[in-house]
């Protein structure tokens, strides 16, 4: 259980450094701008692919992904490291191609595509000329439970039929996002886990409708945006079918993991950001005589805010280890525990830094009340906190009992 | 320390209930839709001014205001279940006149202005056909301590000159805003508290500007806004000075004290509300072939923020009696209680039903997102929760001293 | 909901607050030293029977029970804040013979004894001259689930016979322990909650032994001690029987509505004391060259304490009012709030003292650590929190559902 | 940073773990009762003598002592899971001759004794032969603060000549014990970390006495015993002076690396093992009809634990790491991060297991209420929580600074 970056990662954690302090950072509030002053929204501000461009040049791309054909061929434990500085700016994770959904998409077709699926639509999504999308949730049950799944997936000759309503497809409300993998029973009186099958559903099928953006507190997320979208009596080629009908819940499985990890990775990197920022702001202001940084309550959310991030790094780093060397799903007590973990800790580290900065925390200003907001979906996304607490649970009184 | 409310109250609260549910709460979709389909986000919902006019009409209007000459005439023990049921929606403290910062502005003119001040500025916001707001935070010291305000107030001949810079000027996006209460220095020489004045300033004076609306958690609050505005080289008549220089430390203190509680009121409506929406969430979804409604954890989360709200009613009740019975300087150490209790209640009650509705709950389709970011501006507005934390501590450490 | 205390009230408050003062706490390390230097820890310490003499005398005696024949007639208000003060000190409940288990027992006895029982076992009970334990738990069982309980008591002509093992039989160690109400089964195959039934066992029954005191974090909380006592065929004449076959249930959920707010008065005493001293240390230590007063953290300490300690001071009232005005039944949630509030907050505010009292603070120098470990008790006795909370949800789920 | 044990490491473990099955846990009750049945609590109940050979026996002896000449030559590192093993039970570290504070007290010798000393002090403590006390708290000052002390140790001639009161002198009432190291200003007027000196102090020298055992929630500790020990006029060689004068905070500073961590990893151990009995327990009790391990709120308890345990675990490799790699002073973060959380994770994973366990829990028939008294201490020896935090937090707002 060797956490000690290699020579190869810690040139790319570097590099990737310099980068975010030359680009990305300066960059945050020119995207802002360049959004806020276009006609719509919904298009892309331009910073953002000349940005890309650049780390595409510099190799930085890719990274999350551990196939060597098609992406960088690093490990979970390697990636770690660089997926946390990533995760410092909201705007980073696009400019290097590792950006939610789309990475867990190019993870399902690299291991699940076929050939030409892999050719239509995993090779632009390497490339990023296009976007994508994953519709799974649904708003009118506890998707928690994978197996309340309604969305109907029917086999109708050479084609399939797609009916139902999700939202949380992120990324739909970006322009240049043209395919949605889509989850929905193909066969609801298969046993529970058969039920399910994932399909291709490019987005300018007839009867697909994105119906609008879902806002997250207060944010639209654009030009991002998590939309909701109904398939109504959509037609696809029976071969866009991903793997098999059948097949959905064992691809979510493997889908979840990695993109588990990665949010955490990055959840990580925010915290550390708003440490530093609040470590700045409190060095730099007075109140009643005194810096902030020499009240007492003050040093004490810096002092547990590095605890608690040290804590959750370590965690990652294992979890990620444990994925490397035993597999995902020999790693799923130490996944479901990182899952927890990191995202309440940045809340928490984010919502001191809040509280440190006073009003300017609550505002747009930093970005740190964005960065809430946006933590806080994780604590959802991907298996609710209560949901992945009960399996580790589980998992703990199971190995109990085989002692 | 009677805590039952008196038949007036109760005739008033259950007034209030039937207006909320009649009114108030269908109205909610209307008011964000019509803001929507306006032109700008920062005219009035024409549905705002109608249910005003009922309100009015049935005598639901200031309530708030102790005074009985200029409002109801209610103590704060009376006032807080009212205001607790108010709270239950963004929209309905102004349609019954009791919106902050309104209610503390009409507040320092009936204790604090002259006959002319009164007239011309409190009449009209009485009547609800202005509004005002609140220029006392400074986006470039820490508010907190009062004592930090660079503003200035100079006098000159017959006019002050005012130059400064305040964000947070809540309600100063409403284009019915006319007037803004202003707190600056006017002798920097003086005894620490009293070196703070409080001026009226027209918003249309020469050398006001709004400079911005600063959005809280990606919310703009439109079409309240909250504003931030430059004073340069604002002039106003001598005369529009309240109470006199040097009285803005005290003058800040007396609006604080019924300001803070109505806050803690309203958080305690909120809160409410969102166990009322969990708990109608949780006994309609199932997850995992079970209710949420008969999961341990989820039960556990309804008893915890039943127990939470109940025991901070209780306290803003007992912070209110004793403001009515000894007054705001001796009830300080109850205020000070209420106000980190209050917010911070409502926060974890408003997060678990955020937990319990899943993707729902950080969307904007359901109240709970915006009521949690708007109550987490309550943990630092009039002051944040470590100052009083302090506060409290001194004074305890005093009275053991006496002992 | 009216929480001031009467004229009446607030004299017993002066009085009770002066004997402790002048009484009771003085003597508490009068009464450990007696009890050292005893040949052993099960016999009474002279200074108790002293004391209980002049509590007698000043008529601050059996304050506890409602009924005007046999008590002092107090409603439930009105004793809280006395009990409160009788709280501060463990050995302050005997004095005015206010003690748990006896003080629940005598109220069985008053309720549903009959004369006979009451002649012979209330009347000595609520002379002090006898003490009395209760046997409901058992060790083999969980028993936070009443239903669970094993011990049988059998018809056999005009007799029972009992048999069974019982453990936090509390005062058992006590060589004035001259009776047991004893919770068994007369009849397993009746409803859920009528197969239980409570008879009195005197303890010079042949077949009743006590087997050991179990300890509870070290402290063997001599001469009172928990004992474990084994009944093996021990039979009592048929009238022993209280109330009725069938009706232990019944009787014991009367029993335990005051019985938990009782502890939950003399927890939130105990806290009053924990911070008071909490308070006096941190005033006259230095650490670092300040006053541990002046450390930020501390202060948050004794804020945190304040406002914890206040709340539920608040709740125990507003429970205590409600069992008076609406009985126990219907106040049934507000005691279970604060039967996990008061506790808890009791921990929180001990602990914290111990913290800044540092080594002295885990030692017996200083009565927190006992009251720690005694107050820890209390989240566990006449019901476990998380079963309290798991009721407490039951009811605002129902309560939904009605409205 | 490699935390995967060595082969080397992994055979101790294997060998610790059978020694603790076989020996040592089947053993913790014959210790107890041969301790009940001693004429006195102040002598070694053999059975620990038998252990203590067979230990030494298997080359399970001295594990904790880096040294390679003296001890068993492991690195922090490698340590670290062999003492969380010895952590799990209360005995288990003296079988080891791996208990604190002789481990401390050897490693000062080793570490800045002279010749003549480690061979008439060390080689015995090494054999385990003698035992010994570390003298440095103070019972009139805060000893969280090191300059506060006041015992003297005053040259006169070819002796020193040592006044103070000391407590918390562990192992001071064990009959064994026959040394002190003893912490004491030899010139007040130096430079505020050059004041204090160690000296060696043989108990049987006159003026040494044991005033008293202090308890620990109850607990005498006992045959170990936490001592108050008074120093009068006592007279010792000059040579018995440690290092030199003025070293004694530089030697305390050396000793408290090492001493921390091993607190850290036994509580890891204690932790581990209440975590589970907990699962143990819930898995073999029903209430309301359902086992408490499939009861959703206890459930959370045990996913919260294994969470904590296993964060706690890698921070204290983190920081083994460190130490071994970069030097104690180096690893002082890391080292005052693991000294706050691994008490306090054991704490809270030990009262949820207290909770599960119901009246079992708080009673000592389990070893769950004596670990937690035992590491509640924890919070406090070797620096309280809050001057841990403190320290990180200045060198985090230290580090930034430097950026």
Same mark, same amino acid.
């Given at each position: ?176 996002? &043209?395919? @949605?993998?889509? !989850? ?5 009186? /298969?046993? *529970?886990? $058969? ?5 291709? =559903? ?115 780093? &294992?979890? @990620?280890?444990? !994925? ?5 799903? /020999?790693? *799923?007590? $130490? ?5 927890? =973990? ?62």
């Amino acid at each position: 259980m060797d956490f000690e970056p290699s020579a190869k990662v810690k040139a790319l954690q570097a590099q990737l450094n310099a980068f975010m302090d030359e680009v990305v950072l300066p960059n945050e509030k020119v995207f802002e701008e360049q959004l806020k002053s276009a006609p719509s929204r919904w298009q892309i501000p331009p910073v953002m692919e000349e940005m890309k461009a650049q780390a595409k040049a510099q190799g930085l791309w890719n990274l999350f992904l551990p196939d060597k054909q098609y992406g960088a061929g690093l490990t979970n434990l390697e990636y770690a490291p660089l997926a946390e500085i990533m995760g410092r700016s909201p705007i980073a994770p696009e400019v290097f191609n590792c950006n939610a959904p789309d990475t867990g998409n190019m993870e399902v077709l690299v291991q699940y595509g076929n050939e030409d699926q892999q050719r239509e639509w995993l090779l632009p999504l390497l490339d990023g000329s296009i976007r994508s999308c994953f519709s799974m949730t649904e708003p009118d049950v506890a998707s928690s439970d994978a197996t309340n799944i309604q969305a109907s997936i029917v086999r109708d000759g050479d084609e399939y039929v797609i009916n139902g309503r999700k939202w949380w497809s992120s990324g739909g409300g970006d322009p240049r996002c &043209k395919i @949605a993998i889509v !989850m929905g029973k193909t066969d609801p009186a /298969a046993p *529970r886990h $058969e039920q399910q099958s994932m399909i291709l =559903v490019p987005l300018d099928t007839p009867g697909v409708k994105i119906e609008r953006i879902v806002n997250v507190f207060g944010y639209d997320h654009a030009p991002h945006g998590h939309a909701e979208i109904s398939y109504t009596n959509v037609r696809v080629p029976a071969e866009n079918i991903i793997w098999g009908e059948g097949k959905g819940f064992a691809i979510a499985q493997g889908r979840l993991g990695p993109g588990r990890i990665h949010h955490c990775m990055r959840s990580i990197g925010i915290a550390e950001r708003a440490l530093e920022l609040m470590i700045e702001r409190v060095s730099n202001r007075v109140a009643f005589g005194k810096r902030l940084a020499d009240q007492g309550v003050i040093r004490e959310w810096i002092a547990d805010s590095r605890i608690e991030i040290e804590q959750a790094r370590l965690l990652t780093l &294992k979890a @990620a280890y444990m !994925m490397d060397t035993v597999g995902n799903k /020999a790693a *799923r007590k $130490e996944i479901a525990m990182i899952k927890v =973990v990191a995202p309440n800790v940045a809340l928490r580290v984010i919502d001191r830094a809040i509280q440190a900065f006073g009003g300017a925390g609550v505002s747009d200003d930093f970005p740190l009340a964005a960065a809430w907001a946006n933590v806080r979906t994780l604590r959802l996304a991907d298996g609710p906190d209560e949901v992945h607490r009960d399996s580790i649970a589980r998992m703990e009184l199971k190995s109990f009992k085989k002692e």
